[in-house]
């Protein structure tokens, strides 16, 4: 049985083990493809902060024209090595990148709570990048899901929107919630078309993993879930929205 202090262990103190969990890549990555789908507009496609380029790959059957800017060259290094010459990365910090174009659907996904000014980012979108039919997709950690809110009534984080220690540690600034995101958006001059949640999830990751190694969860499980997010956005995984250019 999994007790508090090994809840608080795994989730809130957890710097010697890796932040990426099989359920961000193996379960969220496809359903956010699949909730991008209705919306992914016909041409180029520019993805913020491409990381290891895991999301990248999923992206790539929706444009032939894809560009990706992420800060870290390391990751660059290894996304290269799984994406060779079909996507263009720009190394280089959001605030100080200089694209050459304006594309017709700009992806962030994971990205805007790491930073120290998002609302000057989102402006740079609304402003340069996104082209005037464009869409941006933009999905953050909810505040508001479901193992968030188990986590405060164990009393092993202070309110919903807290950033734990292992989250500060890799860098979040701040933890989002469907209102406060879109305050962000609205407030860079983004129009917001859709907004949504991604997943219904009452687990935290590390006990999402676990699950995930035995036959216990089925996909028609996973899409039950998927299906039940877009009922209560409040209680997913992640929040998302869809936003033009303002």
């Avoid at 092993?156 to 962000?184: F, K, M, Q, W």
């Avoid at 190694?213 to 996909?219: F, K, L, M, V």
Wanted: proline share 4%; hydrophobic share 40%; aromatic share 10%.
């Amino acid at each position: 049985m999994t007790t508090a202090r090994d809840f608080n262990k795994e989730i809130i103190d957890n710097s010697g083990r890796s932040y990426f969990y099989g359920f961000d890549y193996d379960v969220m990555h496809p359903y956010m493809i699949q909730s991008f789908e209705p919306f992914l507009r016909n041409g180029n496609l520019l993805e913020l902060g491409s990381f290891k380029g895991e999301l990248t790959k999923r992206l790539l059957p929706y444009s032939e024209d894809i560009t990706c800017v992420e800060a870290s060259d390391v990751a660059i290094s290894e996304a290269r090595q799984k994406l060779g010459d079909k996507v263009t990365f720009v190394n280089a910090l959001f605030e100080q990148a200089q694209l050459p174009t304006r594309y017709d659907n700009i992806v962030m996904t994971h990205v805007l709570e790491h930073l120290d000014d998002p609302v000057l980012v989102l402006k740079r979108i609304n402003d340069e990048w996104l082209s005037d039919k464009g869409r941006f997709f933009l999905v953050c950690p909810n505040a508001n899901a479901p193992s968030r809110q188990i986590a405060v009534k164990m009393g092993l984080i202070s309110h919903n929107a807290a950033v734990t220690p292992a989250e500060a540690e890799h860098g979040h600034r701040c933890t989002y919630s469907l209102d406060t995101l879109e305050r962000d958006a609205v407030a860079a001059g983004l129009k917001v078309v859709h907004r949504s949640g991604i997943f219904f999830k009452a687990l935290a990751n590390f006990q999402w993993d676990r699950l995930l190694q035995t036959d216990i969860i089925s996909p028609a499980y996973l899409d039950g879930c998927y299906k039940l997010g877009q009922q209560y956005p409040d209680l997913c995984s992640s929040i998302f929205l869809v936003c033009e250019k303002g």
